[in-house]
């Protein structure tokens, strides 16, 4: 401290103290310059707002680095450091979570929970769906289908389950119900261990529309009919379109008798907007070629 006051953080003076940290502590690991840079600013952070170093001391020093590095605001740490102590996560999930931009995503969907469900419970099912959903994982592009993009989620079930949030547990995939001798088949089937409850996902690869709700309200109707256990509670639907118009959304909910919820999912296209618009066309890379096949003196016959 007495160097740093004198000299300042500069002259070397990082560099020198972890030089005699490595020799007091030689069998110890961590004093690199970079991390004594770190600790730094974690010490700095404390000073901004000393609930920070509550969540701190709960956490890897790992994660303290990462959320350090990725986030500029002490209100954004403290929300994923609160999440990553909550749910447990490793560095790579909470690396995912806050590249994703969980914090403006979580307990984003519409949904009619306040008028389906009891208070404590609609709480709960607020907070457990997104929107929008992100499934980058999937390496497809936007002109797949419902079932591609259904059996893609399947066959990633991992990150699939690491996006739909902790507590999820697949039931299953186009799962059958018979209802008065005719079949139905349910996109995807959960079971929510906190909530306690059955979770119907439906997958629209179209833009919302309300008419989309008669078929989920049904398989919702059924699932409690046919599934669903006396304890359990009232089954949820979830659906996710490719795009939708909030105030249409929230008027289609409003008057639904069961729990619903509407949110959009984003799969990861090949090439951004801007850059797709900035490259030329394949007419135009085939001209291009035969004028310099052309001046080669190359005809298309050899």
């Known amino acids: 401290m007495q160097q740093q006051e004198e000299k300042g953080w500069g002259n070397n003076v990082i560099d020198t103290l972890a030089n005699d940290l490595k020799i007091a502590f030689p069998t110890m690991k961590g004093f690199s310059p970079r991390n004594l840079r770190a ?51 490793s560095r790579n999930v909470l690396a995912i979570q806050v590249e994703t931009k969980l914090i403006h995503r979580e307990g984003n969907a519409i949904n009619n929970f306040h008028l389906t469900l009891p208070d404590t419970h609609s709480d709960l099912a607020s907070e457990t769906f997104k929107d929008p959903y992100c499934f980058d994982f999937l390496n497809i592009d936007s002109s797949s289908r419902e079932r591609d993009i259904e059996k893609a989620l399947v066959s990633h079930v991992t990150k699939f ?24 088949f349910i996109d995807l089937l959960f079971y929510h261990l906190e909530l306690r409850c059955y979770v119907v996902i439906e997958l629209k690869a179209t833009d919302f529309k309300p008419e989309h709700l008669a078929q989920l309200n049904f398989y919702l ?25 909030r105030v249409v959304a929230e008027y289609a909910v409003r008057n639904q008798n069961s729990p619903i919820g509407i949110a959009e999912f984003k799969l990861d296209e090949l ?27 190359v005809s298309g016959n050899d």
């Not at 707002?49 to 954004?76: C, M, Y």
């Not at 690491?162 to 008065?180: D, K, M, N, S, W």
């Not at 490259?279 to 001046?295: G, N, W």
């Open 271 to 297: 090439l951004p907007d801007e850059l797709e618009s900035k490259l030329p066309a394949i007419e135009d890379i085939e001209a291009i070629l035969s004028q310099e096949l052309l001046s080669n003196g």
């Open 39 to 89: 600790m730094k600013q974690v010490v700095m952070a404390w000073e901004q707002d000393p609930k920070w170093l509550q969540l701190v001391a709960k956490l890897p020093w790992g994660h303290n680095l990462h959320l350090l590095q990725k986030l500029n605001t002490i209100e954004e740490r403290a929300w994923y450091a609160a999440k990553a102590i909550e749910k447990g996560w």
């Open 161 to 184: 389950l690491l996006e739909l949030g902790q507590g999820f547990a697949l039931v299953g995939q186009q799962h059958r119900l018979t209802i008065g001798g005719d079949e139905f």
């Open 221 to 245: 109707a059924a699932i409690d009919a046919e599934v669903k256990k006396p304890d359990d509670a009232p089954t949820i639907g979830l659906l996710l379109c490719r795009k939708k118009n």
